[in-house]
């Protein structure tokens, strides 16, 4: 079964940076070498709904939301046969941007999934609270 654990939350003020984890393993397949993927990163903000943050494509792709861009910045690490790492760098933190991150991941979706919340797999979400 697909498991991912996000990691690299916290607490910083206005004009920090933090980058988060997303540690994806459990797969037969290595995420980014199957025919079709779509993994990422989303938010929910206290009282607000979730939304797409970031996202890369099994074309390589990375999307962004317009409140990010510019800022934040998608990695990943596929050295590993059995353990896959997607990084989230977030620059320039601003309060609006403070949310649950979520990582998440469908391995039958073609194209941008950054609207797309029924992805298959979901991590548990880690806190990142940004202060003015």
């Known amino acids: 079964q697909v498991k991912l654990v996000e990691s690299g939350g916290g607490s910083v003020e206005s004009g920090g940076s933090l980058t988060l984890s997303c540690e994806v393993s459990?797969?037969?397949?290595?995420?980014?070498?199957?025919?079709?993927?779509?993994m990422g990163w989303f938010r929910q903000p206290p009282g607000g709904e979730r939304e797409g943050v970031a996202v890369i494509d099994s074309d390589g792709t990375k999307n962004y939301a317009d409140s990010v861009k510019g800022r934040f910045s998608l990695s990943q690490d596929n050295s590993k046969n059995t353990v896959y790492l997607l990084y989230l760098q977030m620059n320039s933190l601003k309060p609006e941007d403070t949310a649950i991150y979520y990582c998440?991941?469908?391995?039958?979706?073609?194209?941008?999934?950054?609207?797309?919340?029924?992805?298959?797999?979901w991590g548990k979400g880690t806190q990142v609270t940004i202060s003015s």
């Open positions: 998440a991941a469908d391995f039958a979706f073609y194209g941008n999934c950054i609207n797309y919340y029924g992805m298959d797999f």
């Open positions: 459990g797969y037969t397949t290595r995420p980014d070498t199957a025919n079709t993927y779509c």
